[in-house]
């Protein structure tokens, strides 16, 4: 076993003695046995990039080389000569002629590898190779949790790492929207934070080697509760159920309170208060003239206090107008709405006036008053559908129109301006002979008779447009 070791040492020690001689050109070949032609590369020096972890071969193909030996080195190790492996990494070999394979690459392997021709000119052939290594990830902090205070500013950074360089990439991610790009640096700074900036954050790295790498890192705002109401304003009657809903935005943990008219509320047989999730239900069964009023939801917790108000009421709610702004006539219109009424509506204000307008300015003119004994449709069990034909307009004009309904717990609030247009002659005409031509030339239909059956379309078919 001794005596096997010192015979591979010394062969080392002459093949780096050997190796030694080329290098510096001081070894000769015998003079008995000249090369008849001189050898030559018929390989060329390359750039090669590889990715971590992968295997390459680094050509050497030389022409009449004779008894001359190659010599593949790394700056100043020699790693083979000829087909002796010199190094002891077991990832290196010679496979070909004198091709250098190197199996799973690392890091520390990019670099210069010369392949030489041990002649008299110690020529060599120069591979530089480039290690490319997939991105990787760190977020700080590590757990990807961010807690902050509203109205402070938060800083969120990724360390990223890999060759080359990787660029990082920040998306907010929305379960709806899907992600929103909002910046490439390591860092992402969110000054004045609220509510709408909590959520998940992505950090993205790709440097094209590979697939592009994420992390997420979730941020939290804490603040006093935000409250929204889905309705400010509720429409009740009595023997009827209601509920009322607050929704609480930021810190789920608040503790919600329900108030009547400034007084705490209860759960009764008829009171019900269901939280769920950040929604917040108040259910009243049973309704009763006791109940109506002004109604508040309260949100405590440690950062403050929040209230938002709900009115219920049993008076009707504001006329929605659902009739198109353009007439199909020149002297008047069909003015069609909505109105939510649980009980009948006993009386309907109509209010409509001429609006002179230029390029310049617009004068409203006066206001045309109208009661009206409402015969009303009824949609559903809280929503009445009506129409009234507006008569004797200018033609070519623009008016608007407000209304406003009374039942039995009284009169609504006024509706907001509706506005609308009357035809002039010449699109009249268009119209006319396009219905003649496309329809029949021997059926004739009246402004009043198509007025008429507008409204009868309106009035019939509504309710079931809006399911």
Known sequence: MINDTRKYWTVVLCLFSFSFSLINGSFI?????????????????????????????????????????????KGSSVLTAGHLKITRDQRFKIVGDYNLQINGVKTQDAGDYICQLGDQENRDQVHTVEILVPPTLRALPHNGQVTARKGSTVTLECKASGNPVPTIFWFKKDVFSGPTHLSDSST?????????????????????????????IQLTILSPPEITVEKSWVHASEGYDVELVCIVHGDVNSEMLWYQNSFLLDAT?????????????????????????????????????????????????????????????????NLTWTIESIPPLDEIKLLYRRLLMNETYQHPGKWHEYHIKPTPIRTDGSHFLMSYLVKNLEHNAVYEAIVQAKNKYGWNEISDI??????????????????????????????????????????????????
């Open 418 to 467: 509706h506005q609308f247009y009357t035809r002039n002659h010449d699109l009249l005409l268009d119209i006319d002979m396009e219905y003649k031509m496309g329809i029949s030339s021997n059926i004739r239909i009246s402004p009043t008779d198509f007025g008429i059956i507008l409204s009868v379309f309106m009035l019939v078919l509504y309710p079931i447009i809006s399911v």
């Open 29 to 73: 070949l015998p003079e008995n046995d000249p090369p008849t032609t001189a050898p030559k590369f018929l390989s060329r020096g390359h750039l090669y990039k590889v990715i971590v972890g992968e295997t390459i071969e680094l050509p050497c193909k030389v022409q009449n080389l004779g008894s001359f030996v190659l010599l593949w080195r």
């Open 188 to 216: 992402l700074i969110l000054e004045n934070v609220d509510r709408h900036h909590a959520g998940t954050y992505q950090c993205s790295a790709d440097n094209g080697v590979k697939d592009r790498v994420s992390m997420d």
């Open 269 to 333: 047989d008829r009171r019900s208060m269901y939280p769920r999730d950040d929604r917040y239900s108040l259910i009243i069964r049973n309704f009763q003239p006791t109940d109506f009023g002004n109604y508040s939801c309260v949100a405590d917790n440690a950062l403050g206090r929040t209230k938002k108000y709900i009115e219920v009421s049993g008076r009707p709610g504001p006329a929605d107008f659902i009739s198109p702004a353009l007439s199909g006539f020149l002297d008047h219109y």
